[in-house]
């Protein structure tokens, strides 16, 4: 934890110990691809020290949980559901069917037709999670989406998770977390039907086990400890640039949080709160000779959460090319985003925003591309085809053509 210089921003490694995590967690995911429940059972009471009486939660137990949650939690929850449900529903992939004088061309999106979510506990229950997820899979029109999550140590699952699920429409909901959790909704169980996708944050465990059964099952992303970056200048309030670091430091003891400043009197004053404030030695703060200069660390960098707090940052939008999600802004703080916005917090970590987006709609969709050619659409590309098929040296690709434009000739 301290000043840092910029350079040294960059060379915060957050995929090591990912790597190091696949190799800890392979034995967990190979033991519960053999030996399914057995091995579930074996890994909670080991991890847990909880001794599982039944994997699966009924329906009594959901609906006991609402009698459970006090109502201003249900109302609080009512109003997370509504905007994500929105935000997400606005921003579904359309279908699209394109008429051209030639043919007709389009593309439509399938659900698939099962998804696993992970939801975390342990630390904290995450009932957002279970909403973040769960909303955008079944407005997608996945049949069958499963939650697992961690029990607590008398074997339960916390009610509000449950209440959370129950209000995204989730179909099946367990009580396995860990690396174990992950293997069995990729591979099953005798209890548990695998899935198509697995999706959801983690910790290192759970991250690294995604990873690992990657080959056999798709993922969403890489989404373990949370990491915040901030871009401030001296117009920034100290105090809220502290919080909103410290409020994703206090997720996991891997988590990382990262100020960009050009004002020295600034990162004194923010590094004097977070220390005085949490104990974790993944803070860092930088002091930048610009704006740009800030932008272009964070654009190498590939932040899950950036927060924008500077002067005229709604300008700066199109200048972000990695982030998971960004917060432009000082009102804008990344617990919004984390509970009530509308967007989603599930997203890439350890520079994974490169490559991968956060999750959406189009997690639990894939996409089919259609055809329908006209007559003049074969003649118009037809010797090209044939042409492009020959020199690939696929001469009956060239003759399905050549039939074709025959029998317009008769």
């Not at 996991?252 to 050009?262: F, G, I, K, Q, S």
């Not at 004194?268 to 709160?273: C, D, Q, S, T, Y």
């Amino acid at each position: 934890m301290g000043i840092v210089s910029p350079e040294e921003v960059l060379k915060i490694n957050r995929k090591r110990s990912l790597d190091e995590f696949v190799e800890k967690v392979r034995p967990v995911v190979d033991a519960v691809r053999e030996r399914g429940d057995s091995a579930l059972i074996e890994f909670t009471e080991k991890f847990d020290g909880v001794k599982l009486d039944a994997i699966g939660v009924d329906r009594e137990e959901v609906d006991r949980a609402y009698e459970l949650v006090s109502d201003e939690i249900i109302d609080a929850l009512e109003v997370a559901r509504e905007n994500i449900e929105k935000f997400h529903s606005l921003t579904s992939p359309q279908e699209t069917f394109i008429d051209f004088d030639y043919a007709v061309l389009g593309k439509r999106y399938v659900p698939l037709e099962s998804a696993g979510l992970y939801v975390p506990g342990g630390r904290a229950s995450y009932p957002s999670t279970a909403l973040m997820a769960g909303i955008p899979a079944k407005i997608a029109g996945v049949e069958r989406v499963i939650v697992c999550t961690p029990p607590a140590k008398d074997g339960s699952v916390n009610p509000l998770t449950l209440v959370a699920c129950d209000m995204a429409g989730v179909d099946e909901i367990y009580r396995v977390g860990g690396a174990q959790a992950i293997a069995a909704m990729a591979y099953g169980t005798e209890t548990i039907e695998p899935v198509l996708k697995i999706a959801g944050p983690g910790n290192a465990y759970v991250t690294a086990a995604k990873i690992l059964v990657s080959k056999d099952v798709a993922i969403d992303m890489p989404a373990g400890p949370s990491e915040i970056l901030v871009i401030a200048d001296e117009t920034a309030d100290s105090e809220i640039v502290a919080m909103d670091c410290v409020a994703q430091l206090e997720h996991d003891p891997l988590a990382v949080a990262v100020v960009l400043t050009t004002s020295e009197k600034l990162a004194e004053k923010v590094l004097e709160i977070v220390e005085r404030t949490i104990d974790n030695e993944n803070f860092y703060i930088a002091v930048v000779s610009s704006i740009d200069e800030a932008i272009e660390i964070s654009n190498a960098f590939a932040p899950e959460h950036l927060e924008l707090v500077f002067d005229g940052a709604e300008k700066a939008i199109s200048k972000i090319k990695n982030a998971g999600s960004v917060f432009v802004g000082e009102m804008s703080g990344v617990a919004f985003g984390d509970y009530a916005s509308g967007t989603n917090h599930i997203l890439p970590t350890s520079g994974y925003a490169k490559m991968y987006s956060g999750l959406s709609v189009e997690t639990f969709v894939k996409s089919i591309t259609f055809q329908q050619l006209r007559e003049e659409g074969v003649r118009r590309m037809g010797e090209s085809v044939i042409r492009l098929a020959e020199a690939e040296g696929l001469k009956f690709h060239a003759q399905s053509v050549k039939k074709r434009l025959e029998k317009l000739e008769r």
